[in-house]
């Protein structure tokens, strides 16, 4: 097991010592995938059996482009609804370059 995160209302995530969590490349395991989705677990969100999807139960191996998929943005949205002004969302990339900054700032995992 590469992490774990707890559902609602706890909210912990825990990430195994042992793995070597990376960003940008192939080799070893890509933290913003494996941190994102037990995030989205914190969140309340369950397994996807949608292949490409960011809570499909496997790790799938490093994408360069990584995004959300509409399963996901779905997923989310049956639980906490939609955004309806731009101006709330200040977007996935912003919030994935602030996780990697916390992360490297407090030495977490790298
Ligand atoms: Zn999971």
Known sequence: ML??????????????D???YTDGTPSGTNLLWVATH????ALGIHHSNVRNAL???YYTGYAPNFNLQDDDVAAIQSLYGMFLNN???F????????????????????
């Open 91 to 110: 977007g996935l990339e912003e919030m994935l370059t602030q996780l990697k900054e916390f992360f490297c700032k407090h030495k977490i995992l790298w």
């Open 38 to 41: 037990e995030f989205g677990h």
């Open 18 to 20: 042992d793995e070597h």
């Open 3 to 16: 992490a774990h995160a707890f559902f609602p209302p706890d909210g912990r995530a825990q990430f195994d």
């Open 55 to 57: 809570m499909y139960p």
């Open 87 to 89: 101006a709330d969302f």
